[in-house]
């Protein structure tokens, strides 16, 4: 009996009460997990969702403002670049209109000959003095300037503009009316172009024909003063006697006609008579039959009219 007592004594309690400690034991335990993971629970060496959230927040907002400022710097960039596009295409387009604006006026001859400048200047310089905008070359109205020059300065028939021969400054240069004939009216001298319109100011070399106008008709310069069917007259009439070797001197207006003119043969000095009306050719070859006819009868003729095919009459 002592035996199992001593036994016993060793563990006092019974087995029962034993389980019943244990699972108190647990259920502390359990209790303790659920008190240490509950719900708002802060975890020792750990942070909490709040500040979590905070420090999310935080970076989130850094991160914002990181961006807002880039985007600023990138507005104010753009808003840079397109006043210094706006100022540069300025610049570049007021230097283009000073480029192409006429301040100086820089004149000379299509033909190799020398001019009096001066004068070209001054009348392109009062052209624009009453059409300011077409200082501009690209709203210069080229033939509205011909027409000014033309009535100014009659010697002028028409002007090209040469471009810019410097910074504000533009070339013109000068057609001038090459003369046909010389016309004489009053003790005045005269010169006349292909188109019949009269000029005082010759560049080119003096014609072989002198005009003289007897009609007694009033005349100025840069009026037309014979018709294009007479210049072609006369001039076909030079240039055909020409090659038959006689030069024509003198053509003179008779008082009142138009239809005729007489001719002065350089080495005779009576006139002949000749009509607009018949061929050049025809009335050429008359006039050198009756020169020599003349010449060989030692004939000196008050005048010579050959106005009439085939025939010559003379006084």
């Known amino acids: 009996m002592k035996l199992f007592r001593a036994g016993m004594q060793h563990n006092e309690q019974p087995r029962r ?6 699972r108190t034991t647990e259920q502390v335990a359990t209790s303790t997990g659920q008190r240490l993971f509950s719900r708002n629970a802060t975890l020792v060496g750990s942070v909490s969702l709040k500040e979590r ?14 961006r807002t400022h880039v985007h600023h710097l990138t ?3 753009r808003s840079l670049m397109k006043v210094l596009v706006f100022v540069v ?3 570049c387009a007021l230097v283009w209109i000073l480029y192409n604006f006429t301040v100086y006026v820089d ?35 080229t033939e509205g300037l011909s027409e000014y020059l033309s009535q100014t300065v009659p010697e002028v028939v028409g002007v090209e503009m ?3 021969s410097g910074f504000a400054s533009t070339h013109f240069d000068i057609i001038f009316r090459q003369p046909l004939a010389s016309w ?4 005045t001298q005269y010169y006349v172009d292909q188109d019949g319109v009269s000029f005082t100011v010759n560049y080119f070399e003096r014609p072989t024909v002198q005009v003289i106008d007897n009609s007694g008709v009033p005349q100025s310069a840069g009026a037309t003063i014979a018709s294009s069917r007479f210049l072609r007259f006369v001039g076909r009439t030079v240039s055909i006697a020409r090659a038959s070797n006689m030069i024509i001197k003198e053509a003179i207006i008779p008082a009142n006609t138009t239809h005729q003119i007489e001719v002065i043969v350089k080495g005779h000095a009576y006139p002949i008579k000749l009509s607009l009306d018949r061929p050049v050719g025809e009335q050429i070859e008359d006039m050198q039959n009756a020169i020599r006819y003349f010449a060989k009868h030692r004939i000196t003729p008050k005048y010579v009219d050959i106005r009439v095919s085939g025939v010559a009459f003379y006084r």
């Open 17 to 22: 009460r034993t389980h019943s400690n244990r």
């Open 53 to 66: 959230n905070a420090d999310a927040s935080l970076h989130s907002d850094m991160q914002s403002s990181s």
């Open 75 to 77: 507005a104010y960039r």
């Open 89 to 91: 295409s300025g610049a």
């Open 107 to 141: 004149v000379a001859a299509t033909d190799t000959v020398s001019i009096d400048d001066k004068r070209y200047k001054n009348a392109i310089n009062d052209y624009f003095a009453g059409h300011p905008i077409e200082r501009l070359r690209f709203a210069l109205n």
């Open 162 to 164: 040469g471009g810019s």
């Open 184 to 187: 004489k009216i009053a003790q």
